[in-house]
C-alpha cells in the first residue's frame, strides 16, 4: 500500500467549530488531493495541490480551506463546522511515472452535530 | 458535470459468474481509470485504459473502451466473494488537467 495516513480517522464535532484534518505521505509524490465522499454523489474533489504552497480549488471549494507548507503533509481546515459537511473525507496522492493514478488514504468519517 | 455515470448501480451475482459495469461519459477524454472500494476503505486503482487504446487485461479484469461511444466496460470474470466491492469509473479529460473526475459507482455483491 502508497504509504498515507490520516488523522484523525473519526471526528465528532459541533456546528461552528474549526476543525482541521491531515494528510502525510511518504511517497514524496508532489500531487496531494482532498475528496469528500457522501451517498449518491461519488467522490468530490475539494481542494489540490500540485506542489509545496501551490493549491487549487476543486470542485466543492466553499467552506474549506488547505495548507501545504511540507511535501509530505496537506492540511484540510473547515473554519467553521456546518452539518453539511458531515461526510467522509479521502486524501489522495499522485505522481512519478504513473501521474494520473491515485493512492487513496485510509478516509476520516466527520459527524457535525 | 464531467461525472462518469457508472451503470448498474447495484449488481448481485453469485459466485464464480462474470460481473460487467459500464462507465459512460460526455466528452473526450486522455484515459479513463477504474477504481476498487472495499467497505470501510479508500479506493484503489485497478487499470488505466488510454483514449488510443481499446482492450486492456490485468489478471482476471479486463476492460473496454469504445471512444466513439463514450463508454467503457469492466468485467470481471469467475467472480469471488473477495471482489465484494464499489467500484467506480475515473475520467482524464485533456486540456491541462491531470485529476481524475470520479462517478457514483456501481455496488458489486458477490453471493459465496
Known amino acids: 500500500d502508497a504509504g498515507i495516513t490520516q488523522s484523525p480517522r473519526h471526528k465528532v464535532t459541533e456546528t461552528g467549530t474549526p476543525v482541521t484534518l491531515r494528510c502525510h505521505q511518504t511517497?514524496?509524490?508532489?500531487?496531494m488531493y482532498w475528496y469528500r465522499q457522501d451517498p449518491g454523489h461519488g467522490l468530490r474533489l475539494i481542494h489540490y495541490?500540485?506542489?509545496?504552497?501551490?493549491?487549487d480549488k476543486g470542485e466543492v471549494s466553499d467552506g474549506y480551506s488547505v495548507s501545504r507548507s511540507k511535501t509530505e503533509d496537506f492540511l484540510l481546515t473547515l473554519e467553521s463546522a456546518t452539518s453539511s459537511q458531515t461526510s467522509v473525507y479521502f486524501c489522495a496522492i499522485s505522481g512519478g511515472e504513473n501521474y494520473n493514478e491515485q493512492f487513496f488514504g485510509p478516509g476520516t468519517r466527520l459527524t457535525v452535530l | 458535470s464531467q461525472q462518469g455515470e457508472e451503470d448498474p448501480q447495484a449488481l448481485s451475482i453469485q459466485e464464480g459468474e462474470n460481473a460487467t459495469m459500464n462507465c459512460s461519459y460526455k466528452?473526450?477524454?486522455?484515459?479513463l481509470q477504474w477504481y476498487r472500494q472495499n467497505s470501510g476503505r479508500g479506493l484503489v486503482h485497478l487499470i488505466l485504459i488510454r483514449s488510443n487504446e481499446r482492450e486492456k487485461h490485468s489478471g482476471r479484469l479486463r476492460v473496454t473502451l469504445d471512444t466513439s461511444k463514450k463508454s467503457s466496460s469492466l468485467l470481471i470474470t469467475a467472480s469471488r466473494a473477495a471482489d465484494t466491492a464499489s467500484y467506480f469509473c475515473a475520467t482524464v479529460y485533456p486540456g491541462g488537467s491531470y485529476i481524475p473526475t470520479f462517478g457514483r459507482g456501481t455496488s458489486l455483491i458477490v453471493h459465496p
Open positions: 466528452t473526450s477524454i486522455n484515459n
Open positions: 495541490s500540485y506542489g509545496v504552497k501551490d493549491t
Open positions: 511517497e514524496n509524490h508532489r500531487y
